[in-house]
């Protein structure tokens, strides 16, 4: 199973980023998004991650441009006709009757979304990590319907594109988000409790465990939205205590503060 053109559905920080992975591996990429602005930024961040490169000496000029040519961006879902593999979930019907469907989420079951197609067994997880074009990790997530030859169809395509596959069985959260999550959650337990503060708390893991971004700061740059999404996934999956969402995380989300896109989290960004 070979597959040269790839669906992206939504430009957003991770859209936009596996668009530019696949692009400058020589794949032909459909990018959508329901506003025409979002696929303008999208587009503008993918240019200028490029050039990024092509200042590294990573990338050519030519092969910028060739990349950026790569990326057809559209507004119409009926973009997607043809792709080989569309990255996101939900659209069955779209699709040809042979292409993969695989989803970015974080959380949610593969089993679950297979099941509601007619091509389960053409459905994966395909978990990349932010920001795509600095993380090698992809989580493969085989859903209990998915076949052998989608997961290694997968794998191979994963590879293409420079990045680390690590084959995941479907749990809720998968691997890196059932043990980081987890730990953010502590963290936040932690500063609700008073036992240090935000600043104290991150100084502490990055100097006391090497963490390069302390638990708090990580939390402002994923979303305390997304974090507690996962939280209440986790918790909602085992039924275990031990997973269940720190209070002030909880509190945090319902003020609105969710961290760097919206200017104030655990920590203040100057918005």
Known sequence: MELKRIGVVGAGTMGNGISQAFAAAGFEVAMTDV????????????????DRLV???????????????RIRASTELAAIKGCDLVIEAQLDELAPAEA???????SISITRLAAATRRPARVIGMHFFNPVAMMALVELIRGLQTAEET????????????????????????VVNRMLCPMINEAIFALGEGLASAEQIDEAMKLGANHPIGPLALADL??????????????EGFKDPKYRPAPLLVEMVEAGYLGRKTGRGFFSYGQ
């Open 151 to 174: 997961y290694a169809a997968v794998e191979v395509l994963a590879k293409r594109i420079g990045k680390h596959p690590v084959q995941v069985r479907n749990s809720p959260g998968f």
């Open 100 to 106: 993969i469907i695989a989803s970015n989420t974080s």
């Open 35 to 50: 506003a025409q602005a979002q696929l303008d930024r999208a587009m503008a961040a993918i240019g200028g991650s490029y």
């Open 222 to 235: 994923i979303g305390l939205d997304v974090e507690l999404a996962v939280m209440q996934v986790l918790f």
């Open 55 to 69: 200042k590294k000496e990573k990338m050519s000029a030519a092969e910028k441009a060739a990349a950026l040519g």
